[in-house]
């Protein structure tokens, strides 16, 4: 069966340090993988997605993601964190089948220091 | 309209109430999605439409829960006979189309507290 692992329920940087949030996924072909961010009583907002091709892929809010197959891992970065990035980030995998339908990951909660 | 526009936010209801959360997709959007997310928890699939048809309810959690979108635009989840582990953020999610490839924009979710 698909799913998504985020190993990190809760992590804390500090602002202007670097940032790297774990994802692995289990799926049996090719994944299309999403990172979204949530602010509190807010909906998901897309960072990212990966379909093919380049394994570096670039989103909103200088945010970057690399997939790994040997992996199987879809980790997020940003070189230099923000107060305003404080969130609850999630990383999705879309399921097989043509629903397009996504399975997410349990979250990770990010606290900025200042 | 420029975003997934769900209503009402908020929604408190008593135990054994029947409640409906209503979604307004982005216009032209094909795919529409219900998820349930808990507190704490990333969101769950219940439903998917694309256009009128509900194509796939697999993770609709019990014959309580139903949903439709009889006009393939708005759609309406109701909770018949709520109960308490139904309190939760119910988000909708709209897409041009149901391939994998088509990112979801999400609304705010209603957030349902069962008393």
């Known amino acids: 069966a698909q799913s998504v692992t985020q190993p990190d329920i809760h992590i804390t940087v500090s602002e202007g340090a670097s940032l790297e949030l774990r994802c692995n996924y289990s799926?049996?072909?090719?994944?299309?993988l999403f990172w979204y961010v949530q602010s509190p009583g807010q909906g998901l907002q897309l960072l990212l997605k990966?379909?093919?091709?380049?394994?570096l892929v670039q989103g909103i809010k200088g945010f970057e993601a690399e997939f790994k197959r040997s992996q199987s891992s879809f980790n997020l970065r940003k070189p230099s964190v923000h107060w305003s990035d404080a969130a609850e980030y999630f990383c999705?995998?879309?399921?097989?089948?043509?629903?397009?339908?996504?399975?997410f990951g349990q979250g990770t909660t990010l606290q900025v220091k200042p | 309209g420029a975003g997934v526009s769900q209503s009402p936010r908020y929604k408190v209801a008593k135990r054994g109430q029947d409640v409906a959360l209503r979604c307004d997709p982005i216009?032209?959007?094909?795919?529409l999605f219900w998820y349930q997310q808990a507190l704490g928890q990333g969101p769950e699939f219940l439903t998917y439409?694309?256009?009128?048809?509900?194509?796939?309810k697999s993770g609709l959690p019990s014959d309580r829960f139903f949903a439709e979108r009889p006009e393939g635009s708005v759609s309406t989840l109701k909770i018949q006979r709520t109960q308490q582990e139904d309190s939760a953020v119910y988000l909708c999610?709209?897409?041009?189309?149901?391939?994998?490839?088509?990112?979801?924009?999400f609304g705010d979710g209603t957030r349902l507290s069962i008393l």
């Open positions: 999610a709209s897409s041009s189309q149901g391939a994998q490839s088509q990112p979801q924009h």
């Open positions: 799926y049996g072909a090719t994944p299309y």
């Open positions: 990966y379909f093919s091709g380049d394994t």
């Open positions: 999705a995998v879309g399921s097989s089948g043509n629903t397009g339908k996504l399975i």
């Open positions: 216009s032209g959007h094909v795919s």
């Open positions: 439409f694309q256009n009128e048809a509900q194509l796939d």
